[in-house]
């Protein structure tokens, strides 16, 4: 740990520390993990409480490039607390309370380690509240690609996919740990601040404007986001009465209006195969090509970097099922999310007129590493690396396993399977040995030691059988 806290403090201590009292009553609080341990981010997220609600109060000057927030916190503390850590990136820290009271803190590297007044019990329900402000920083990757706060030609994106929520707002940024959310934007008036969920309020006062925004079903902080700028808004209904709400880019707006008027067609195929829709609002945000380098499945809305088409729509969209509402335990399982979404292209385009699955399963098959040439450098499951979690294998050949599941048990069970799997963790998290018993139990007479064995976590390309 990196913290400058005393941990576990003996009673003699505690003695010498005059607290008497403390040393009466049997268990002493500890300092939570500064860490859950997810194999590829091990820092990412925080031991010794369950966050429930997240409360952002934020603003932003884009000409300053200035945030500044007071986050609220509400959490369960899963253990006796005497310290815990939430993850922040940058930015200032003013002030920190703990259920109204000022709290002691400190900061190393992107903990910031919190010690209430008195220790926490374990089953407590707490309020943590961070006022913070800054200028938020940008996390460039090593292939240029950048998250976190991305300033654009008109204002600012946050994207959060894996790491980069904590550079906005204090939290346990692990997408094992899902909140609700409220996220109230104050930006100059004229601007747009477009979140998560659904938009509950817009009051303009003193040449601002403050938008605010209600996630009401559980959302991993990483898909959480926020764009601020020019956009033109379009808020319309499906046919089963579901709200979208579209943000575009005025100097996009013509191009995407044919592709995104398709929303609702793509709700209703995904429905059919997938289930019912988790979340209680769709819709996407559409900016500049040049503000961000990759499309990403943010709650709700998904985001694109200039004017996506129908085969990466849906395939965002999916996410919604796969990603958003059954969110990886751990950054290795990653699969789960990118496996199913590009399955859903595949699924999309039989349906729609394309190539079948199958069709496009084999020619990946016999040819994918001229497009994808990293295709067999390691199987879906075990990426070697946290820089090799949004590689080829991740995607491709995730999307593969499921098509050698289809071909095992047949249409009927297979969509049973994709529906039963995304009813069975609705708006929660699993793992890849989660997802394997679970086929195995929906299809008890099939045997799927090889598709495991070879597709799933076999080194190479698998052989044809
Ligand atoms: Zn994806």
Redesign the pocket.
């Given at each position: 740990m990196s913290r400058s806290a005393p941990v576990a403090p003996t009673c003699a201590s505690v003695l010498l520390a005059l607290a008497l009292t403390a040393c009466t009553g049997g268990a002493q609080g500890t300092p939570g993990a500064s860490g859950l341990r997810d194999p590829y981010f091990p820092k990412a997220g925080n031991g010794g409480y369950d966050v429930t609600h997240y409360d952002l109060d934020l603003g932003y000057a884009p000409d300053t490039h200035r945030l500044t927030g007071t986050a609220t916190v509400t959490a369960r503390a899963t253990q006796d607390l005497s310290a815990f850590d939430l993850d922040l990136q940058g930015l200032d820290v003013g002030k920190v309370t703990v259920d109204g009271e000022a709290a002691r803190w400190n900061r190393a590297g992107r903990e910031l380690t919190v010690r209430p007044d008195g220790d926490l019990k374990e089953g407590e329900t707490f309020r943590v509240t961070v006022h913070y402000s800054g200028i938020p920083e940008t996390i460039t990757y090593p292939d240029g690609s950048e998250e976190g706060w991305v300033r654009t030609a008109d204002g600012a994106l946050a994207l959060g996919e894996p790491t980069g929520s904590m550079a906005w707002f204090p939290g346990n940024h692990h997408p094992s740990d899902k909140a609700s959310y409220d996220i109230a934007v104050t930006v100059p008036e004229g601007l747009e601040a477009v979140s998560n969920g659904e938009l509950t309020g817009e009051r303009t006062s003193g040449e601002r404007t403050t938008f605010t925004w209600h996630t009401g079903e559980p959302m991993a902080s990483y898909v959480a986001t926020l764009a601020i700028g020019d956009y033109d808004i379009r808020r319309s209904t499906t046919p089963d009465g579901l709200p979208v709400y579209v943000a575009v880019d005025p100097t996009r707006a013509d191009a995407s209006r044919e592709v995104l008027a398709g929303i609702p067609e793509i709700q209703a195929w995904a429905e059919d195969a997938f289930g019912p829709y988790p979340f209680s609002s769709t819709g996407a945000i559409v900016d500049r090509d040049s503000d961000a380098g990759y499309a990403l499945?943010t709650q709700n809305r998904p985001f694109f970097p200039g004017v996506p088409d129908t085969a990466l729509l849906v395939?965002?969209l999916a996410?919604q099922w796969y990603g958003n509402s059954v969110t990886p335990k751990t950054w290795r399982d990653m699969w789960l999310?990118?496996g199913f979404?590009t399955y859903a292209e595949w699924l999309w385009a039989e349906d729609h007129g394309g190539d079948s699955a199958e069709e496009t399963f084999d020619a990946l098959y016999d040819h994918g590493e001229d497009t994808y040439e990293d295709l067999w450098s390691f199987p879906p499951a075990e990426p070697p690396g946290a820089d090799h979690i949004s590689d080829s294998p991740v995607y491709q050949r995730g999307a593969m396993v499921l098509h050698k599941i289809r071909q095992t048990v047949g249409d009927d069970t297979f969509y049973a399977i994709l529906q039963g799997w995304a009813a069975a963790h609705r708006h929660g998290n699993a793992d890849t040995a989660d997802f394997t018993a679970y086929v195995e139990e929906t299809a008890p007479g099939e045997d799927f030691g090889g598709v495991w064995e070879e597709w799933l976590y076999g080194e190479g390309k698998p052989g044809r059988p």
């Open positions: 499945e395939h965002e996410h999310n990118e979404a």
